[in-house]
C-alpha cells in the first residue's frame, strides 16, 4: 500500500485490500502480470453503478508501462461511487449496443 491506500487492478471485479501481488519498491509499482514499471496517469473509465453504465474521465490511475494494465485506488473508486450516488453534472449522453458474441453469432449459425 502506498499512502495508505489499496492499490485494484482493473481486471478485479472487486475492491480488495488483502491484494498481496502488487510489489513496491520505494514509491515505485510493478505491474502484477508483467512486472513492468507503473505510471501515475488520467484516464476514462468505464465504471458500472447500480445497473448503469457511466463513463468517467480525468480518473487517476497507474498505467503499466509494458502491458497496459490498468490500476485504481481503492478510495478513488469509492470517490467516484460516491459522487455518482449523488446528483452530479452529466457532460454527455450516449447510446451504447448492447451485442452477444458467442461463437455460434460469429460463424453466422443460430444459436
Known amino acids: 500500500m502506498v499512502g495508505n491506500s489499496c492499490i485494484v487492478p482493473i481486471s478485479r471485479r472487486y475492491k480488495s485490500c488483502n491484494y498481496n501481488r502488487i510489489r513496491f519498491i520505494g514509491e515505485l509499482m510493478l505491474c502484477e502480470f508483467c512486472g513492468g514499471e507503473t505510471k501515475k496517469k488520467s484516464v476514462k473509465r468505464q465504471h458500472w ?15 503499466c508501462a509494458e502491458c497496459g494494465e490498468r490500476y ?10 460516491d459522487y455518482l450516488s449523488k446528483k452530479h453534472t452529466v457532460k454527455a ?8 458474441f ?5 460463424i453466422g449459425v443460430k444459436a
Do not use: C, M, P, W
Open 49 to 63: 453503478l447500480n445497473k448503469k453504465l457511466y463513463i468517467v474521465e480525468n480518473v487517476d490511475s497507474e498505467i
Open 72 to 81: 485504481f485506488h481503492a478510495k478513488t473508486l469509492d470517490a467516484i461511487d
Open 93 to 100: 449522453h450516449i447510446d451504447v449496443e448492447i451485442v452477444n
Open 102 to 106: 458467442s461463437i455460434a453469432g460469429r
